[in-house]
């Protein structure tokens, strides 16, 4: 059963020609109560934006020359392609939003 349908049925029986057996179940009434202060919770977060000022980006550089075929090198640059994640993270943590490992 949906959400709207249950809270729908649920106003319905309250307010109803039989609301006189449901109102002595003050479950129904707090379940009901609970539902709203969540859906006004919903409703405040999805209306919250969140800016969040990324870090530096890097570039890829040729190595020291003697390796200069193998080996490259991550350099900070400002709009560089490459993000850090260990960077990324921490900016999102200072923003407030936390951050999930994936296993």
């Given at each position: 059963?949906?959400?709207?349908?249950?809270?729908?049925?649920?106003?319905?029986?309250?307010?109803?020609?039989?609301?006189?057996?449901?109102?002595?179940?003050?479950?129904?009434?707090?379940v009901l109560a609970a539902l709203k202060r969540a859906e006004?919770?919903?409703?405040?977060?999805?209306?919250?934006?969140?800016?969040?000022?990324?870090?530096?980006?890097?570039?890829?550089?040729?190595?020291?020359?003697?390796?200069?075929?193998?080996?490259?090198?991550?350099?900070?640059?400002?709009?560089?392609?490459?993000?850090?994640?260990?960077?990324?993270?921490?900016?999102?943590?200072?923003?407030?939003?936390?951050?999930?490992?994936?296993?």
């Open positions: 059963m949906k959400i709207e349908k249950a809270k729908t049925e649920l106003q319905a029986a309250t307010s109803g020609p039989g609301a006189i057996y449901w109102c002595y179940t003050p479950a129904i009434s707090t006004r919770r919903v409703a405040e977060l999805e209306a919250r934006t969140l800016t969040v000022k990324l870090p530096q980006g890097y570039v890829i550089r040729a190595g020291h020359p003697i390796n200069e075929g193998e080996r490259h090198v991550m350099v900070p640059k400002d709009g560089g392609d490459w993000l850090s994640s260990f960077d990324v993270e921490h900016a999102l943590l200072v923003a407030g939003v936390s951050v999930e490992e994936k296993d």
